[in-house]
Protein backbone atom coordinates (compact mmCIF):
# COMPACT_ATOMS: atom_id res chain seq x y z
CA UNK A 1 0.00 0.00 0.00
CA UNK A 2 1.23 3.70 -0.83
CA UNK A 3 2.05 5.57 2.22
CA UNK A 4 2.16 9.24 2.68
CA UNK A 5 3.64 10.50 5.85
CA UNK A 6 3.02 14.19 7.19
CA UNK A 7 5.37 15.09 10.38
CA UNK A 8 2.81 16.22 12.41
CA UNK A 9 -0.95 15.51 13.25
CA UNK A 10 -1.13 18.98 14.98
CA UNK A 11 0.87 21.94 15.43
CA UNK A 12 0.45 24.99 17.26
CA UNK A 13 2.06 28.39 16.06
CA UNK A 14 2.65 31.58 16.66
CA UNK A 15 1.77 34.60 14.23
CA UNK A 16 4.87 35.98 12.73
CA UNK A 17 6.67 32.12 12.99
CA UNK A 18 7.91 30.56 9.94
CA UNK A 19 6.63 27.06 9.52
CA UNK A 20 7.76 23.69 8.08
CA UNK A 21 4.97 21.12 7.38
CA UNK A 22 6.67 17.64 5.95
CA UNK A 23 5.64 15.26 3.58
CA UNK A 24 7.48 12.01 2.53
CA UNK A 25 5.83 9.49 0.17
CA UNK A 26 7.13 5.72 -0.39
CA UNK A 27 6.01 4.98 -3.72
CA UNK A 28 8.39 6.80 -5.62
CA UNK A 29 5.53 8.70 -7.43
CA UNK A 30 6.82 11.94 -9.45
CA UNK A 31 3.43 14.12 -8.33
CA UNK A 32 2.92 15.14 -4.79
CA UNK A 33 0.42 17.89 -3.39
CA UNK A 34 0.38 20.06 -0.76
CA UNK A 35 -3.47 21.23 -0.16
CA UNK A 36 -5.45 23.07 2.73
CA UNK A 37 -9.19 21.92 3.99
CA UNK A 38 -11.56 24.40 5.36
CA UNK A 39 -15.10 23.87 6.05
CA UNK A 40 -17.59 24.12 3.07
CA UNK A 41 -14.52 24.82 0.88
CA UNK A 42 -13.41 21.71 -0.17
CA UNK A 43 -9.85 20.92 -0.79
CA UNK A 44 -7.82 23.87 -2.53
CA UNK A 45 -4.69 23.50 -4.06
CA UNK A 46 -1.36 25.66 -2.81
CA UNK A 47 1.57 23.85 -4.56
CA UNK A 48 2.21 20.62 -6.35
CA UNK A 49 5.55 19.41 -7.71
CA UNK A 50 5.87 16.94 -10.89
CA UNK A 51 9.33 16.51 -10.24
CA UNK A 52 12.15 17.27 -8.13
CA UNK A 53 12.98 21.06 -7.80
CA UNK A 54 10.00 21.85 -9.95
CA UNK A 55 6.76 23.41 -8.44
CA UNK A 56 3.78 24.70 -9.97
CA UNK A 57 1.29 27.36 -8.35
CA UNK A 58 -1.75 25.94 -7.30
CA UNK A 59 -5.22 27.91 -6.46
CA UNK A 60 -4.04 29.89 -3.24
CA UNK A 61 -0.37 30.46 -3.31
CA UNK A 62 -0.22 33.45 -1.46
CA UNK A 63 1.85 33.62 1.70
CA UNK A 64 3.00 29.93 1.35
CA UNK A 65 6.21 28.25 -0.45
CA UNK A 66 7.64 24.69 -0.86
CA UNK A 67 10.64 22.66 -1.38
CA UNK A 68 10.83 19.43 -3.19
CA UNK A 69 14.75 18.40 -2.68
CA UNK A 70 14.48 14.51 -2.79
CA UNK A 71 11.86 12.68 -4.73
CA UNK A 72 10.19 10.95 -2.11
CA UNK A 73 9.53 14.61 0.14
CA UNK A 74 7.68 17.70 0.07
CA UNK A 75 7.75 20.43 2.00
CA UNK A 76 5.20 23.35 2.70
CA UNK A 77 6.78 26.16 4.43
CA UNK A 78 4.78 29.39 5.87
CA UNK A 79 6.96 31.93 5.75
CA UNK A 80 5.39 34.28 8.11
CA UNK A 81 2.26 32.76 9.56
CA UNK A 82 -0.85 34.63 9.77
CA UNK A 83 -4.24 33.67 11.62
CA UNK A 84 -5.83 33.01 8.48
CA UNK A 85 -3.52 30.53 8.14
CA UNK A 86 -4.82 27.83 10.58
CA UNK A 87 -6.28 25.01 8.98
CA UNK A 88 -6.33 21.71 7.99
CA UNK A 89 -3.62 20.95 5.62
CA UNK A 90 -3.31 17.38 3.12
CA UNK A 91 -0.30 16.05 1.70
CA UNK A 92 -0.66 13.58 -1.33
CA UNK A 93 1.10 11.87 -4.36
CA UNK A 94 0.11 9.82 -7.06
CA UNK A 95 2.12 8.54 -10.45
CA UNK A 96 2.75 11.04 -13.51
CA UNK A 97 0.27 12.41 -16.49
CA UNK A 98 -2.46 9.88 -15.98
CA UNK A 99 -5.84 9.08 -13.82
CA UNK A 100 -4.26 7.92 -11.06
CA UNK A 101 -5.74 8.66 -7.81
CA UNK A 102 -3.88 10.89 -5.17
CA UNK A 103 -3.37 8.97 -2.39
CA UNK A 104 -3.71 11.55 0.89
CA UNK A 105 -1.37 11.73 4.54
CA UNK A 106 -3.21 12.20 7.52
CA UNK A 107 -3.39 15.86 7.64
CA UNK A 108 -1.87 18.74 9.94
CA UNK A 109 -3.82 20.17 11.87
CA UNK A 110 -2.18 23.95 12.29
CA UNK A 111 -2.81 26.44 14.67
CA UNK A 112 -1.58 29.62 14.40
CA UNK A 113 -2.23 31.88 17.28
CA UNK B 1 -10.91 28.24 -13.97
CA UNK B 2 -12.90 25.17 -12.60
CA UNK B 3 -15.87 25.11 -10.52
CA UNK B 4 -17.92 22.52 -8.87
CA UNK B 5 -20.75 22.28 -7.06
CA UNK B 6 -22.48 19.53 -5.06
CA UNK B 7 -24.98 19.46 -2.05
CA UNK B 8 -23.55 20.28 1.22
CA UNK B 9 -25.32 17.63 3.22
CA UNK B 10 -27.95 14.89 2.74
CA UNK B 11 -29.23 12.27 5.38
CA UNK B 12 -30.61 8.96 5.09
CA UNK B 13 -31.81 5.60 6.49
CA UNK B 14 -29.32 2.38 6.54
CA UNK B 15 -30.34 0.27 2.99
CA UNK B 16 -31.80 3.21 1.36
CA UNK B 17 -30.03 4.76 -1.98
CA UNK B 18 -28.86 8.24 -2.06
CA UNK B 19 -27.44 10.37 -4.83
CA UNK B 20 -25.09 12.77 -4.68
CA UNK B 21 -25.08 15.19 -7.34
CA UNK B 22 -21.72 16.97 -9.13
CA UNK B 23 -21.84 19.20 -11.31
CA UNK B 24 -18.63 21.32 -12.77
CA UNK B 25 -17.40 23.90 -15.09
CA UNK B 26 -14.24 23.89 -16.71
CA UNK B 27 -11.67 25.24 -19.64
CA UNK B 28 -10.13 21.37 -19.54
CA UNK B 29 -11.97 18.03 -19.10
CA UNK B 30 -10.02 15.03 -18.86
CA UNK B 31 -12.33 12.66 -15.56
CA UNK B 32 -14.11 12.85 -12.71
CA UNK B 33 -13.20 11.94 -9.01
CA UNK B 34 -15.05 10.87 -6.20
CA UNK B 35 -12.73 10.54 -3.05
CA UNK B 36 -14.62 9.67 0.50
CA UNK B 37 -13.41 11.19 3.80
CA UNK B 38 -14.31 10.21 7.11
CA UNK B 39 -13.89 12.77 10.10
CA UNK B 40 -10.25 13.03 11.20
CA UNK B 41 -9.42 10.49 8.56
CA UNK B 42 -7.70 11.14 5.17
CA UNK B 43 -9.50 11.44 1.47
CA UNK B 44 -9.73 7.80 0.37
CA UNK B 45 -10.18 7.57 -4.20
CA UNK B 46 -13.85 5.96 -4.96
CA UNK B 47 -13.87 6.16 -8.45
CA UNK B 48 -13.41 7.70 -11.42
CA UNK B 49 -15.24 8.70 -14.61
CA UNK B 50 -13.24 9.50 -18.60
CA UNK B 51 -16.31 8.55 -20.55
CA UNK B 52 -19.55 8.60 -20.63
CA UNK B 53 -21.49 5.98 -18.41
CA UNK B 54 -22.17 4.43 -15.46
CA UNK B 55 -19.15 2.43 -13.64
CA UNK B 56 -20.10 0.23 -10.61
CA UNK B 57 -17.86 -1.02 -8.05
CA UNK B 58 -19.87 -2.91 -5.22
CA UNK B 59 -22.46 -0.47 -3.68
CA UNK B 60 -20.84 2.50 -5.11
CA UNK B 61 -21.52 3.82 -8.92
CA UNK B 62 -20.41 6.73 -10.23
CA UNK B 63 -21.76 8.17 -13.35
CA UNK B 64 -20.63 10.99 -15.72
CA UNK B 65 -22.22 12.85 -18.94
CA UNK B 66 -19.45 15.29 -20.33
CA UNK B 67 -22.26 16.96 -22.81
CA UNK B 68 -23.93 17.77 -19.30
CA UNK B 69 -21.02 18.23 -17.45
CA UNK B 70 -22.29 16.43 -15.12
CA UNK B 71 -22.11 13.42 -12.57
CA UNK B 72 -23.09 11.85 -9.76
CA UNK B 73 -22.19 9.01 -6.89
CA UNK B 74 -24.96 6.29 -6.24
CA UNK B 75 -24.72 4.76 -2.96
CA UNK B 76 -26.75 1.65 -2.42
CA UNK B 77 -27.38 -0.73 0.44
CA UNK B 78 -26.45 2.23 2.74
CA UNK B 79 -24.43 1.23 6.34
CA UNK B 80 -23.72 3.23 9.07
CA UNK B 81 -19.55 3.32 8.21
CA UNK B 82 -21.20 5.10 4.77
CA UNK B 83 -21.72 8.08 6.97
CA UNK B 84 -18.41 10.80 5.38
CA UNK B 85 -17.76 13.22 3.37
CA UNK B 86 -17.71 13.07 -0.21
CA UNK B 87 -15.46 15.08 -3.02
CA UNK B 88 -15.99 15.14 -6.49
CA UNK B 89 -13.13 16.50 -8.43
CA UNK B 90 -12.13 17.47 -12.00
CA UNK B 91 -8.71 16.11 -13.66
CA UNK B 92 -7.77 19.51 -15.60
CA UNK B 93 -5.53 19.60 -18.55
CA UNK B 94 -2.54 20.49 -16.83
CA UNK B 95 1.00 19.50 -15.74
CA UNK B 96 1.11 17.50 -12.89
CA UNK B 97 -2.56 15.64 -13.23
CA UNK B 98 -4.14 18.71 -10.89
CA UNK B 99 -7.10 18.04 -9.69
CA UNK B 100 -9.92 20.89 -8.15
CA UNK B 101 -12.24 19.75 -5.62
CA UNK B 102 -15.88 20.59 -4.68
CA UNK B 103 -16.85 21.76 -1.33
CA UNK B 104 -17.77 18.44 -0.81
CA UNK B 105 -20.93 16.52 0.44
CA UNK B 106 -21.38 15.16 4.35
CA UNK B 107 -24.04 12.02 4.23
CA UNK B 108 -25.08 11.18 7.36
CA UNK B 109 -26.73 7.37 7.65
CA UNK B 110 -29.15 6.54 10.68
CA UNK B 111 -30.27 3.73 12.02
Known amino acids: DVKVTQSSRYLVKRTGEKVFLECVQD?????MFWYRQDPGLGLRLIYFSYDVKMKEKGDIPEGYSVSREKKERFSLILESASTNQTSMYLC????????????FGDGTRLSIL | GQSLEQPSEVTAVEGAIVQINCTYQTSGFYGLSWYQQHDGGAPTFLSY????GLEETGRFSSFLSRSDSYGYLLLQELQMKDSASYFCAVRGKAAGNKLTFGGGTRVLVKP
Open chain 1, 27 to 31: MDHEN
Open chain 1, 92 to 103: ASNEGMSNQPQH
Open chain 2, 49 to 52: NALD
